[in-house]
């Protein structure tokens, strides 16, 4: 809704402004009337603008008759004036010092009444400031003092108007606390994964720690600063301090939380956006993705460890083989493989790993991963058929495990048999499978199409679903890097 013609805004805060006649504003000495309405929502900023221009337009009404007055007295002083000209000019040369005499005391009296109205206009303001910043209730009507000699006329000429009575609600009262706003806040967030909802609701438990029941319109940058400056100092599990990542994953949740509330109306706009958190350190700047991509030697090494070499003591053991090479040959991300479906799909000759609804990291994530041909030489697809037999998922044993279980199982497992790295773990099977696709020379729009990535390009949003022909062209030029003619699965 668009704000009152007489309502501006001045960075955060609301003013009045509104135009004065053009006789009252030579008699004032200014064109228009400007107050600060001590507030910078906007809902109260058109209330109490509403109460400013009804005590304004009495004011200027009783300012009106008093300038007729005047007027009045203007031709009084004049017709004196010309019959002491009249007798000035038979008197002769008394006639100018009179006449200057009593221009003077017009000019005083005049003079006396623009300072008399000024600082009425002056303690209106400051009266009306006064009771909204101490949250005292507004008189209905506020009374302006008015000379003795005018009052007569005034009750002849104007009518007393009936009384306005007009309470602006309390900003505290009517503005709820900020953290009762979260349910409707993640309501309109219907995508987010498990994940991302519990990074949402961590970040909103420790700011409340922080500011506690804060209504959401009293919330300003320093409250979000506040935030920045808690993760910036706060330590972690291993006994250091928040990398930057995590420090602007959890900040950026809170901003767009506050941008969210200032577009649903419940705050002012008070550039929440522009808070920021720590910079860098040296050691950030320098570093890169702290994870790499296997080298041939370390993949020979992990597929040549007893999973892959020993027959299998259980369902457990030939279900994370599976996982390692899945992960190896297909780059699908860790969730994804842990949700993935046994049933398999054909596209054309080409069997395919389904991800279209496994993938849930970004809009591209949904999607089908041609299988390459070491992986059918190898058994998936009785591998999968046999899952699938059981009502099981592509790669979940007897007792299912989460991504983040297997996540942790694998590292372990790679850390024993081909080394304790930091950044050598299962996430770098995924580099891995990228360094394959450019190997092979795919173009750089299949390539993103098998891999789950968005480019935002114009191109990469036409033919988005695979078709027979790229898969073909797929697994005709992708190959592993290393030999698997060795690996055995059981």
């Known amino acids: 809704m668009a704000m009152c013609s007489y309502v501006e805004k001045r960075r955060q805060r609301y003013y009045f402004r509104a135009r004065l006649p053009g006789e009252m504003a030579g008699m004032l000495g200014r064109t228009h009337v400007v107050g600060s309405l001590l507030t910078g929502d906007s809902r109260i900023a058109k209330i109490r603008a509403s109460r400013f221009y009804f005590v304004l337009a009495g004011f200027l009404s009783m300012l009106s008759l008093r300038m007729r007055d005047n007027a009045h007295s203007s031709e009084m002083l004049d017709a004196r004036a010309a019959a002491l000209a009249q007798k000035a000019f038979e008197l002769g040369c008394r006639y100018e010092a009179e006449q200057e005499r009593l221009r003077q005391r017009h000019d005083a009296e005049r003079e006396q009444l623009r300072r008399h109205c000024e600082a009425e206009l002056q303690a209106m303001i400051k009266n009306m400031q006064r009771e909204w910043q101490g949250g005292a209730p507004m008189p209905e009507v506020l009374l302006l003092e008015r000379p003795a000699a005018f009052q007569a006329e005034a009750q002849s000429d104007m009518a007393p108007a009936p009384p306005v009575t ?8 009517c503005s709820p606390a900020w953290h009762t706003l979260r349910a409707a806040f993640l309501a309109d967030k219907p995508g987010l994964t498990a994940k991302t909802l519990w990074s949402y609701n961590q970040a909103f438990e420790i700011w409340k720690k922080l500011i506690g029941d804060k209504a959401i319109a009293e919330i300003r940058r320093a409250d979000v600063k506040m935030f920045a400056d808690h993760l910036r100092d706060r330590p972690n599990a291993r006994g250091g301090h928040l990398n930057y990542q995590s420090i602007e994953r959890s900040l950026g949740h809170l901003k767009i939380f506050m941008a969210w509330a200032v577009e ?7 550039r929440f956006g522009d808070v920021k958190g720590r910079d860098k350190t040296r050691e950030e700047r320098m570093a890169s993705d702290s994870r790499r991509a296997f080298s041939a030697a370390e993949l020979t090494q992990l597929f040549s460890s007893p999973l892959f070499t020993q027959p299998a003591a259980g369902d457990d053991e030939r279900a994370a083989a599976w996982f390692l090479l899945i992960a190896a040959l297909t780059g699908a991300r860790t969730e994804e493989i842990a949700t993935a479906p046994a049933e398999l799909v054909r596209v054309g000759e080409v069997w395919c790993l389904d991800l279209r609804q496994a993938g849930t990291k970004t809009r591209a994530a949904p999607r089908l991963v041609p299988l390459l041909p070491e992986l ?12 699938a037999a059981l009502g099981r998922s592509l790669v979940q044993p007897g007792q299912a495990k989460t991504a983040a279980a297997w996540s942790k199982y694998l590292n372990r497992y790679i850390n024993k048999h081909v080394g304790d790295a930091p950044d050598l773990v299962l996430y770098s099977l995924r580099h891995g499978f990228r360094q394959m696709l450019r190997a092979a020379g795919i173009h750089e729009e299949l390539a993103n199409k098998v891999f789950g990535h968005e480019t935002g390009t114009v191109g990469a949003g036409y033919g988005r679903q695979l078709s027979a022909l790229e898969a073909k062209a797929f697994v005709d ?6 030999d698997l003619r060795h690996v055995w699965v059981g």
């Open 376 to 387: 059918i030489r190898l058994g998936l697809l009785d591998w999968a058929a046999r899952q």
């Open 264 to 270: 649903a109306g419940h705050v002012a706009d008070d």
């Open 477 to 482: 030029v992708v190959r592993s890097p290393i």
């Open 166 to 173: 007009m309470t602006p609600p309390s900003v505290v009262s």
